[in-house]
Structures are given as structure tokens and as C-alpha cells.
């Protein structure tokens, strides 16, 4: 990595030291984005007890950037996964067709005119991003083993079907249902809730919780299959809970937040440019830098018009895309 | 050490293997060639757990491969597939210590040991000047060395290597020989490689194995196989033995 490097041992096997600068960044993210916004509040009224800051604080801002950093860690953590599994440096969360799963169950909901009842786009979405997973592995498995080849393709194939019938979808929706559903498809956090914040957790903490477990596995597998079976890795089992953890992950950020770009893709590769190439270290470094660029991105998205929310999704790249050129114009 | 006993291996009915039977014993430079296609690197795998045979039974010092725990086999024997490559390029002493993965429990990190192990395997390997050097910045042959010392990490008894000569230049498929000669004799272990080359083979090995259309058509001393009618019956190539080495016939 030539004279460029944050790594705190010489082995570089550390992890503590990476991870607290990350946490400590992500706090210092998480303060600075509830601090602004449309509305001018700060924290200081809202703990002298000034109703409407508390209001803004509590219910509309503090579920949002935790909602954000939810997000982003599940997205990172997410395409970390998928690149390692499938070993292709372009995976991202939506690869294996959940993004396109997840927008057709909302198109369809949009386009039956349901778009409006609360709660019923992100059930639907979710068991879209699910059943597509689902079905791009019946695809690609055969006598006991999922190729990645045939798991890209089929996922590929797949989201060009998805986004045929959204096309159609649209088609047969009501204009005023329209803007809605283009919102979600671009991903926003607008509207979030606490309970939003919980779902969210527990999925990030069961599949963060599972893909520890089998990280030194995956870092293995990094070499490839028949290396990693060589090693006494039990490969297919590995898929299994690796595909399992990261689809499930990303179709529960989808249904709360649409799909949110380039956060799965782009932090992982940050990440790499850093620090080792070592899943062990990449998937907790992802995961924190995922939450910290999508809380930024959001609360850029929310400040840089003064009268209308901007799309997230443009915003991770707005703010990622420098950051990584930089890097990789730094690194070897 | 190792038996091999009728085994057979087949890819959705195309037949790879086919009733192999064989012994190897500790402490052997054994060569394993044969045309293309002709069961090699499946018979690796097969030898790597990598595979189940579909048919017949491996044993490796007396059980079953079948029966060992997955981590313990790993830490006995070592293989090297033909073209390994991680998909994102890394550091040698990072590739090289992560051989040193079956004696870690699962939330386990390397130890200090386990790296003075990894830069011992380089030193061994002669390339100890590579390890902070990234993959993608080594020529072929170094990353060949790194790849050895990754195996060579975990102090296995038997070594397994498919085509680790090839697309190397000629005075590293000496120094990648001798390499290989001086572990068998130094530590005892055996070493099994697969190889195209058999001139080199023959010049270092201990033995041949021989394979024809997945199964085993000689298992014999290197002086056994570099006889002219041997070489035409077996590999089609016409050639003459001159100082034990294989010769065509050109003219010009």
C-alpha cells in the first residue's frame, strides 16, 4: 500500500484501533447530522425542555439518522458480502435481484392504488427483495452446489424482468401515486420512525452477529472455493449463511428506505484501500463506514435545498466518489 | 501414508478417475503426469478432500479420508490449486499467514507465532524479501514462491501441487525443484505435484505416476518411465534418451 497507511500494527491484524476511529467518526456524524436541518433546534432546547425542539429532535430527527446509519451499516455490510461470496469487486446488496424483488412489490402496490396504506409498501417490498432472492438461487443451484457465475446471471436476468413489469406498473398508476413510488425508488429516509428503527436494528444485529461468525471462513474463501474446501472450510455452508444474512439484511433496509445506491458497492472498497484485505476487518470497518457516509449523505440530501429534499442515493455518490478517487490516487 | 484404494471420481457422468489404486510413502518427491485431461488435477482434489470419490477409498495414515475432521486433515496435508489468486490483491505475509488458518479456533486471531511461522515458510521459499510486497506487483514465479509458503505454513506431512512449474521461467523451475527435493529430504514430508514437465520430473522425483484417461497407467521410478517405447506407448512422443533426459528428434 506504499507510504499509505492507517493500519496501527505493523502485522496489521488489529482491529481495535480502526474500529474506535470509525466509531468515534460515526458519533461525531450522528451529532452533527441531528443538529441540522430545515428546522433551525438544537440540542441544548430540546433538553431545556422547548416543546417543539423536542418534537423535531425526537420524533422526526434522531429516528432518521439512526435510521440512515442502520441503513448504510446493513448496505456495506451487505456488498462486503456479496463481494467476497461471489469474489467480483462490482457486487453490490442488489446484485442477486433484491432491488428489483423490492421495487416490483412496491410498483404493483403503487399501481393497485395500496401505495397509501401505512406500512403495507415496505411488507410487500420486503417479501419481494426475499421471494427474488429465493428464486435467483433456485435458479442458479444445481446438485448441491450455487455457482456464482450462474447467481449473477440469474440475478441479472431476473432484475431486467423486475424492472419490465415496474415499467408496466407505472404505466397503469395513478400521476399522483407516481411521485411516491419514484421517491422510494430512489431511496429516501423521509418519515422515519422509531419503530422503523428497531425492525431495522434487529435484523442488522442477527445478520452482523451471523456473518461474524463465519468471517474467518469468508476470509478463506477469498482464495477460492477449492482452496478454502482444502482448508477445512465447509464452503457451501458458508454460502448458505452468507448469501442468507447479507439478502435478508438488504431487503430489510430496502422496505424502510427504498433502495439507497452505491453504499454497498463503493464503502467496501474505501475500506480496502485502507485497511487489510482480511474479511475479518473489512466486514466490521464496512459496516461502520456504510453508517457513516449515509448519515452524511442524508443530511446533505436534507440541507442543500432550503425548500425540498434532494434523493440520498445521489448524495452517497456525491460525497463517496471524491473521497475514493482521492484514495485511490493515494494508494499504490 | 497415503492408499488409494479403486478410486474413482466422475463430473456428471463423464468419467475423470477411474480405479486408481496406489501407495505413498513418507518422505517421497512424487511426480504425477500425464496428458491433458487425463485425471490429474481430480485426483489432487480427490487427495485434498476437495472431492468425494464417487467410488473406492482414501486413506491417509490409516483412516479413512472421509473419517478425519475436516480442520485436523487440513492441518496435515497442504494443497495448492492451480491458479490461486485472491480476488483483491494482498500483501505476501498476509497470504502466506493465512495457511496458517486450521490451527485457529473460529474468533481466533494469529498470533505472533503463527507470523514467525508464515516469514519462516518465506525465508524457505526464498522469498522473504516479498513480504510486504503486494501480489499484483510480483511476477508469476514470485507469487508462486508466496503460494508454496502459504502451504509450507502450516508444517503439513504431505504437500499437494497442481502444476506449480508451469509458466515458470527456466531457471526458477530449477530453484522451484530444488526447492521441493530439499523439504522432502529436510522434513520428512511427502510431496506430490503434478507437472507437465517431464524432464524435470523425472530428473528430481522419487517416483512417477502416470495417469491415462483418469486412470493410473504406470507407477514406476523415474528410469522406468524415460525409456523411448515407454514415452511413445504412454504420451505419443517420439523421442530419444540421451543422459536420462528426453530428446525429439529434430531435423532441420
Given at each position: 500500500m506504499g507510504t499509505f497507511t492507517l493500519t496501527a500494527s505493523p502485522r496489521g491484524r488489529r482491529l481495535a484501533g480502526p474500529m474506535f476511529l470509525l466509531a468515534a467518526a460515526l458519533l461525531i456524524a450522528l451529532f452533527v447530522a441531528s443538529t441540522f436541518g430545515t428546522t433551525a433546534v438544537s440540542w441544548r432546547e430540546a433538553f431545556a425542555g422547548n416543546v417543539?425542539?423536542?418534537?423535531?429532535?425526537?420524533?422526526?430527527?434522531?429516528?432518521?439518522?439512526?435510521?440512515?446509519?442502520?441503513?448504510?451499516?446493513?448496505?456495506?455490510?451487505?456488498?462486503?458480502?456479496?463481494?467476497?461470496?461471489?469474489?467480483?469487486?462490482?457486487?453490490?446488496?442488489?446484485?442477486?435481484?433484491?432491488?428489483?424483488?423490492?421495487?416490483?412489490?412496491?410498483?404493483?402496490?403503487?399501481?393497485?392504488?395500496?401505495?397509501?396504506?401505512?406500512?403495507?409498501?415496505?411488507?410487500?417490498?420486503?417479501?419481494?427483495?426475499?421471494?427474488?432472492?429465493?428464486?435467483?438461487?433456485?435458479?442458479?443451484?444445481?446438485?448441491?452446489?450455487?455457482?456464482?457465475?450462474?447467481?449473477?446471471?440469474?440475478?441479472?436476468?431476473?432484475?431486467?424482468?423486475?424492472?419490465?413489469?415496474?415499467?408496466?406498473?407505472?404505466?397503469?398508476?395513478?400521476?399522483?401515486?407516481?411521485?411516491?413510488?419514484?421517491?422510494?425508488?430512489?431511496?429516501?429516509?423521509?418519515?422515519?420512525?422509531?419503530?422503523?428503527?428497531?425492525?431495522?436494528?434487529?435484523?442488522?444485529?442477527?445478520?452482523?452477529?451471523?456473518?461474524?461468525?463465519?468471517?474467518?471462513?469468508?476470509?478463506?474463501?477469498?482464495?477460492?472455493?477449492?482452496?478454502?474446501?482444502?482448508?477445512?472450510?465447509?464452503?457451501?455452508?458458508?454460502?448458505?449463511?452468507?448469501?442468507?444474512?447479507?439478502?435478508?439484511?438488504?431487503?430489510?433496509?430496502?422496505?424502510?428506505?427504498?433502495?439507497?445506491?452505491?453504499?454497498?458497492?463503493?464503502?467496501?472498497?474505501?475500506?480496502?484501500?485502507?485497511?487489510?484485505?482480511?474479511?475479518?476487518?473489512?466486514?466490521?470497518?464496512?459496516?461502520?463506514?456504510?453508517?457513516?457516509?449515509?448519515?452524511?449523505?442524508?443530511?446533505?440530501?436534507?440541507?442543500?435545498?432550503?425548500?425540498?429534499?434532494?434523493?440520498?442515493?445521489?448524495?452517497?455518490?456525491?460525497?463517496?466518489?471524491?473521497?475514493?478517487?482521492?484514495?485511490?490516487?493515494?494508494?499504490? | 501414508m497415503l492408499q488409494l484404494r479403486d478410486v474413482s471420481f466422475n463430473y456428471d457422468g463423464v468419467i475423470a478417475v477411474r480405479g486408481v489404486t496406489a501407495e505413498v510413502a513418507r518422505a517421497q518427491l512424487v511426480g504425477l503426469v500425464g496428458p491433458n485431461g487425463s485425471g490429474k488435477s481430480t485426483l489432487l482434489k480427490l487427495l485434498a478432500r476437495v472431492l468425494a470419490p464417487a467410488a473406492g477409498a482414501i486413506e491417509f495414515e490409516g483412516r479413512s479420508v472421509r473419517d478425519w475432521q475436516a480442520k485436523e486433515y487440513a492441518r496435515r496435508v497442504g494443497y495448492l490449486p492451480q491458479d490461486p489468486d485472491p480476488t483483491f490483491p494482498m500483501r505476501a505475509i498476509d497470504v502466506v499467514v493465512s495457511g496458517r488458518a486450521p490451527f485457529l479456533g473460529r474468533f481466533q486471531w494469529e498470533s505472533d507465532a503463527d507470523y514467525d511461522e508464515a516469514a519462516k515458510a518465506l525465508s524457505l521459499c526464498d522469498a522473504a524479501d516479498l513480504a510486504d510486497r503486494y501480489l499484483d506487483e510480483m511476477s508469476g514465479g514470485e507469487r508462486k514462491r508466496v503460494f508454496l509458503a502459504r502451504v509450507l505454513a502450516a508444517r503439513p506431512t504431505l504437500i499437494l501441487l497442481d502444476e506449480p512449474l508451469a509458466s515458470l521461467d527456466i531457471s526458477h523451475v530449477q530453484q522451484f525443484s530444488n526447492l521441493l527435493r530439499d523439504i522432502v529430504n529436510r522434513t520428512q514430508t511427502t510431496v506430490l505435484y503434478a507437472t507437465h514437465d517431464l524432464n524435470w520430473a523425472a530428473a528430481y522425483c522419487d517416483r512417477m505416476l502416470v495417469m491415462q484417461k483418469g486412470a493410473l497407467a504406470l507407477d514406476a521410478p523415474p528410469s522406468a518411465l524415460m525409456q523411448p517405447d515407454v514415452v511413445r506407448r504412454l504420451f505419443g512422443f517420439d523421442a530419444r534418451v540421451v543422459d536420462g533426459w528426453l530428446v525429439p528428434p529434430v531435423q532441420r
Open positions: 417543539t425542539a423536542r418534537t423535531v429532535m425526537f420524533d422526526l430527527r434522531l429516528p432518521r439518522v439512526l435510521l440512515a446509519a442502520l441503513v448504510g451499516a446493513a448496505l456495506a455490510a451487505a456488498g462486503v458480502t456479496f463481494q467476497t461470496l461471489l469474489r467480483n469487486p462490482l457486487a453490490d446488496p442488489f446484485i442477486l435481484g433484491v432491488s428489483g424483488g423490492a421495487a416490483c412489490g412496491a410498483a404493483l402496490c403503487t399501481a393497485l392504488g395500496l401505495a397509501r396504506v401505512p406500512g403495507l409498501v415496505s411488507i410487500v417490498a420486503f417479501v419481494g427483495a426475499c421471494t427474488a432472492t429465493a428464486g435467483v438461487f433456485l435458479l442458479a443451484r444445481r446438485r448441491e452446489y450455487t455457482d456464482p457465475t450462474r447467481l449473477l446471471l440469474s440475478g441479472l436476468v431476473l432484475n431486467a424482468l423486475f424492472s419490465a413489469i415496474i415499467l408496466i406498473a407505472f404505466a397503469l398508476s395513478k400521476a399522483s401515486d407516481l411521485t411516491a413510488a419514484l421517491r422510494w425508488m430512489m431511496g429516501t429516509l423521509f418519515g422515519a420512525t422509531w419503530s422503523d428503527v428497531v425492525l431495522l436494528l434487529a435484523f442488522v444485529v442477527v445478520a452482523l452477529v451471523a456473518l461474524v461468525t463465519i468471517s474467518g471462513d469468508l476470509r478463506m474463501l477469498a482464495f477460492g472455493e477449492d482452496d478454502a474446501k482444502s482448508r477445512g472450510v465447509d464452503v457451501e455452508r458458508v454460502k448458505l449463511i452468507g448469501f442468507a444474512a447479507a439478502s435478508i439484511v438488504t431487503g430489510a433496509a430496502v422496505a424502510v428506505s427504498g433502495i439507497v445506491g452505491f453504499v454497498g458497492l463503493l464503502v467496501p472498497h474505501l475500506v480496502r484501500l485502507v485497511w487489510r484485505r482480511d474479511f475479518r476487518i473489512l466486514l466490521p470497518l464496512s459496516a461502520l463506514g456504510g453508517a457513516i457516509l449515509l448519515v452524511l449523505a442524508d443530511l446533505a440530501s436534507r440541507v442543500a435545498l432550503p425548500t425540498s429534499e434532494l434523493p440520498v442515493g445521489a448524495f452517497t455518490a456525491i460525497l463517496g466518489v471524491p473521497f475514493f478517487l482521492s484514495l485511490l490516487r493515494r494508494s499504490r | -
